[in-house]
Structures are given as C-alpha cells and as structure tokens.
C-alpha cells in the first residue's frame, strides 16, 4: 500500500522560510516522479512542482519559481520542498503526491502551511 | 497555460439520481489526458478517472467519463451517498498541469 507522509508545516511569517518533507513507502521510490500540489482555505487543487524519479528534472509552477525548491533523497525514500520568501498567498495545505508519467495516482494525507504576521 | 472550466459551480441531487458534470479546457488536452478526482470534507482527493475515460483501480462502474479535444464529461449513473463531494478534473498532458476550479456535488 502506497503511503505518503508529509510533515514540516506550521505558522511562519512573510518572508520566511519553511522545509517540508515526504516519507514514501509502499512502492520504489526512485522509479517514480514526485509532485507537490497544494489548497489554500475553502480553495481548489493548484499543482506547483514536480521532480523525476531520478531527480534530474524539476518543474515549477510560475506562482513559486524563483522561491520554491524540489528536492529528493532516494536513499531516504523522501520528497523535499523548500519553500523561501513565502507570502499570505502561499497559505494552504501542501500535498505530496505520486506520479505516474504525468498523472497524480496517489496523495498523502498533506501538511498546513500558514504565512501570517 | 490551459484554462479548465467547470460546470455547474454546485450541483443539488438527491441519491438515485443522475450527476453530469462538465469540464471544458481553453484548448485540445493533448492525448485526451484529463483525469477526474473526488475530495470530500476533510480528506485527501482520489483519482477516480484518467485518459479521459478509464476508471481507476477500485472506482465503481458508476463513474464513467468520456469526451475529447476541449469537452469532457464525469456522470455518475446513480448516487449514492457517499457521492456527494467536490470534483475536480485535471489535464495532464501539457505543463503547467492544471485543475478545473471544481463541481459541488450536493444533496438537495
């Protein structure tokens, strides 16, 4: 059973800084692409990055590029999100999600982020 | 960027009956990669249907989905009160990927 378990969320202020992580199991980690999506309150989905299995390549929404950094550790079986600079706007859940190709299989339970003075 | 738009905004049916739900995109979903997904109050979302028109593992043959180029459409045959949720369609096939804003699927 596929299991995705984010963790690092919580309050921060405008212009801080914030690292969120992804515990995987259940599947092999490396073979697949990883993406973040994430909800702000009473809102719809909004994808904003996604990695390879290999971690060659990364991808970013225009909203976080610049700001925001995919990372992982397949030894570690982890996804990584650094997330700088936030912003009001950033506030919202943050989902870990499975890919495969290019289409989202799999979610984790998500973590609160909450950009607030 | 493609643009997802659904609709209705909510959708008030009581359990029995006929969901129709559209999902219309700015321009052609390469491949037909348009995924549906249900979210209910406080839960995660689930994949429910991709390419358009397959279910996913363990999806009741009530979903169904079909449609092509710019128009796509999730029905659910028959509710069941466990139905009743957010869905959300997806495209897949161009970056950035994209979600439509969502359809309310509530009991009336």
């Known amino acids: 059973e596929v299991q995705l378990l984010e963790s690092g969320g919580g309050l921060v202020q405008p212009g801080g800084a914030l690292r969120l992580s992804c515990a995987a199991s259940?599947?092999?980690?490396?073979?697949?692409?990883m993406s973040w999506v994430r909800q702000a309150p009473g809102k719809g989905l909004e994808w904003v990055s996604s990695?390879?299995?290999?971690?060659?390549?990364?991808y970013y929404a225009d909203s976080v590029k610049g700001r925001f950094s995919i990372s992982r550790d397949n030894s570690k079986n982890t996804l990584y999100f650094q997330m700088n600079s936030l912003r009001a706007e950033d506030t919202a859940v943050y989902y870990c999600?499975?890919?495969?190709?290019?289409?989202?299989?799999?979610w984790g339970q998500g973590t609160l982020v909450t950009v607030s003075s | 960027e493609i643009v997802l738009t659904q609709s209705p905004g909510t959708l008030s049916l009581s359990p029995g009956e006929r969901a129709t739900l559209s999902c219309r995109a700015s321009q052609s979903v390469s491949s037909n990669y348009l995924a549906w997904y249900q979210q209910k109050p406080g839960q995660t979302p689930r994949l429910l249907i991709f390419?358009?028109?397959s279910r996913a593992t363990g999806i009741p043959d009530r979903f169904s989905g079909s449609g092509s180029g710019t128009d796509f459409t999730l029905t659910i045959s028959r509710l069941e009160p466990e139905d009743f949720a957010v869905y959300y369609c997806?495209?897949?096939?161009?970056?950035?990927?994209?979600f439509g804003q969502g359809t309310k699927v509530e009991i009336k």
């Open positions: 259940g599947f092999t980690f490396s073979s697949f692409g």
């Open positions: 997806q495209q897949y096939g161009s970056s950035p990927r994209t």
């Open positions: 990695m390879s299995g290999s971690g060659d390549s990364t």
């Open positions: 999600a499975k890919d495969q190709g290019w289409l989202i299989v799999d």
């Open positions: 390419g358009a028109s």
